[in-house]
Each structure stands twice: as C-alpha cells, then as structure tokens.
C-alpha cells in the first residue's frame, strides 16, 4: 500500500483544514487507518483511527470533539476533517495504514506511511 498525504497549510487559529490520504492497492478497503502527527521537538503520536468499514473510530483525547476522521472505499482515501484548529496542532501529519482491519492507536500497529503533510496554526 502506498500512501499520500495532502491538505495541509497554513491556517489561523479556529480555523478549520481537511487532510485527505489517497492510497493504493486493491487492498484499501480490507485494512484499518490512522493519522498520526508529529510537533516539532516532539515524538509522533496518535490523532485517530478508523476500521475498514469506517464504523469504528478512536481518536486522542485531544482532539476529541474538534477532529474527524472518515473515509471513503470507493475513492481509496481516508480524510481528516480538523475543526477549531490551535497553535499546539501545528504538526506534520501522516497517515497510515495497517495490515488489519480493526482501529488502533499503537503507531507500531502501523505498516505502511505517507509523508507527511504539514499544518501550521497561527495565533
């Protein structure tokens, strides 16, 4: 599975930016996703997750309630959606794609990465 990442930018604070991670391979539909971002200094970390379906999500706590992730089978993409953005989500954001179907938050649960794409907050 390859993966690539895009909609990142620059945005002020409250505002809102849609990732989308196109994938592909025939197998998109069969494997669970994630998001994962890395603030500069810091260690990558979990943001979300969706099942194969896209009837199970698990998201951090700190995005809880602002960012959603979906999917689309047909389209072999999953998306971001990040609403009230703030500074402190100024990240590279991947996606990944792991050989099972069920969520998880484990980035080692992960086996195939996009690049990154990059999402800059200002105040």
């Known amino acids: 599975v390859q993966l690539q990442a895009s909609g990142g930018g620059l945005v002020q604070a409250g505002g809102s930016l849609r990732l989308s991670c196109a994938a592909s391979g025939r197998t998109f539909s069969s494997v669970a996703m994630g998001w994962f971002r890395r603030a500069p200094g810091k260690e990558r970390n979990f943001v979300a997750s969706?099942?194969?379906?896209?009837?199970?999500?698990a998201y951090a706590e700190f995005v809880k309630g602002r960012f959603t992730i979906s999917r689309d089978n047909a389209k072999n993409t999953v998306y971001l959606q990040m609403n009230s953005l703030k500074p402190e989500d100024t990240a590279v954001y991947y996606c990944?794609?792991?050989?099972?179907?069920?969520?998880?938050?484990?980035?080692?649960?992960?086996?195939?990465w996009g690049q990154g794409t990059q999402v800059t907050v200002s105040s």
């Open positions: 969706i099942n194969r379906s896209g009837g199970s999500t």
């Open positions: 990944a794609a792991r050989s099972s179907s069920s969520i998880s938050a484990d980035l080692y649960g992960y086996d195939y």
